[in-house]
């Protein structure tokens, strides 16, 4: 963070553009392929561009929109962003006694105008995925800070590894506040006397969409060449006895192995924390393939979503697709379980007598919804629980004790059931990639 100090009335900027330049020029060490540049419509997307541009790193917007107390709106319980990101304060929630109905409502009104500014800005340009990437979250100034600070809590919702706030100017309280939610805060220049981000500017006129829309669409011809270009997930449909189930497969080169996930009830491949652990497994050198095990309309059927057998039978299927593609036929393979996920990965694995995967993890896993069949599982199994679940752990303990294969159980201290503490979900991508690295071998050798 920069020094506190005033310029006797003078500007600091020309405009949003030089800020930007001063900004990037601050920035240069963080150049790297895992690293994308997120702008706050509208003000902070020509500073963001300037530093996208000598980091030669993608540009997108983070679009978010604060979750108001329906009789004191300005007073926020939570944010919420695309990909179904959402972060909730239950301390407001407790303190402000709100029901469900009411953030059902609240956030119901939000999503809507969230998707239509998303359409206004992006267009249909996807977002682009921030699962294990470092997240560079730029604005043209921090007065309050509220937006940035949620702006950082949906970036690390939406699966990123590290989320930085670079910001040309800010309030000296802003910017020591927005510690609590960034892994860093870079602001050029913090004066003593602060009353509103404009007044530091030569020229702070109003951004248009159209100005917007035009940045996004420069860097997003110059900068697709600055990231390895083998994990950009291919989208994939598998049909499993006619039924079509959408994937996001990547592959890098010279892959030591291939993890399928099994998402969770309620959740699908495009899970934050699932899409996390793939980024970190790719860069370990192993595949993954993220695929929902439901349709759309079943995934709403709590009888489709507690029916392991049948979550089980689609990702054998999905297995034996996969054997079949050339990119995947000499890989070994290994399941990785959230939830209900991992009791179909379990149930999965108990195929007798040829296993088809090599290892399995379950993260958070539902163990004792696969019944009797749990003794047949034959290939190595670990359980990664939160200390802090302890319903969960208590299942998985005694689920420990009814395995016959090679296993183990790792808690990681004080997480929940999503893993959502501080450093709690890199324990489990660490802990996933060692397992299967080390219990994957070509297959037929």
């Known amino acids: 963070m920069g020094d506190s100090w005033e310029r006797g009335g003078e500007t600091l900027f020309v405009d949003r553009v030089d800020a930007g330049r001063h900004l990037a020029q601050r920035l240069r060490h963080l150049r790297g392929p895992d690293v994308v540049v997120l702008a706050l419509p509208r003000g902070g997307v020509p500073v963001a561009f300037e530093v996208a541009e000598e980091l030669g790193a993608p540009l997108d917007v983070i679009v978010v929109r604060k979750l108001g107390v329906p009789f004191q709106p300005e007073y926020g319980f939570g944010a919420i962003g695309e990909d179904g990101a959402r972060v909730i304060d239950d301390r407001v929630v407790r303190l402000t006694r709100l029901t469900g109905p009411e953030m059902i409502a609240v956030e119901a009104r939000e999503r809507a105008q969230l998707d239509r500014r998303v359409q206004q800005l992006r267009g249909d340009r996807t977002p682009i995925p921030l699962a294990g990437r470092t997240v560079i979250v730029v604005d043209d100034g921090i007065a309050t800070g509220s937006t940035a600070r949620a702006a950082c809590m949906v970036a690390r919702a939406r699966g990123a590894s590290r989320v930085i706030l670079a910001v040309p100017v800010g309030s000296v309280e802003a910017a020591a506040s927005l510690r609590r939610v960034a892994d860093e805060v870079i602001c050029l220049h913090t004066p003593a006397r602060f009353f509103a981000i404009g007044e530091w500017y030569d020229d702070f006129s109003q951004v248009a969409d159209e100005e917007v829309t035009a940045l996004l669409g420069k860097t997003a011809r110059w900068s697709t060449g600055s990231n390895r270009a083998e994990l950009d997930p291919a989208e994939t449909v598998v049909d499993v006895g006619g039924v079509r189930l959408p994937g996001s497969l990547v592959i890098p080169g010279q892959a030591l192995g291939l993890v399928i996930f099994a998402h969770g009830s309620g959740s699908s491949r495009r899970s934050p924390r699932n899409q996390f652990v793939a980024a970190a497994l790719n860069r370990v050198g192993l595949g993954t393939l993220l695929v929902d095990l439901l349709t759309a309309d079943e995934e709403l059927s709590r009888a489709y979503v507690f029916n392991i057998a049948m979550l089980a039978g689609r990702l054998a299927g999905i297995t034996r697709w996969l054997r079949g593609q050339p990119v995947a036929a000499t890989l070994p393979f290994g399941y990785f379980g959230a939830s209900t996920g991992a009791a179909a990965a379990l149930w ?30 034959q290939v190595p199994t670990l359980l ?21 294969c090679e296993n183990r159980l790792a808690v990681i201290p004080g997480a929940t059931h999503l893993f959502e503490e501080p450093g709690a979900l890199e324990q489990v991508a660490d802990l996933a990639g060692d397992w299967f690295s080390s219990h994957f071998t070509p297959v037929g050798s």
Do not use: F, Y
Request: proline share 8%; glycine share 12%; charged share 25%.
């Open 348 to 377: 999965a694995a108990a195929a007798s007598p040829r296993p088809p995967v090599a290892a399995v993890v379950s993260r958070g896993g539902r163990p004792d919804l696969v019944g009797r069949r749990l003794a047949l599982v």
């Open 384 to 404: 990664v629980v939160g200390g802090a679940d302890e319903v969960v752990l208590g299942l998985n303990r005694q689920a420990q004790e009814r395995l016959r």
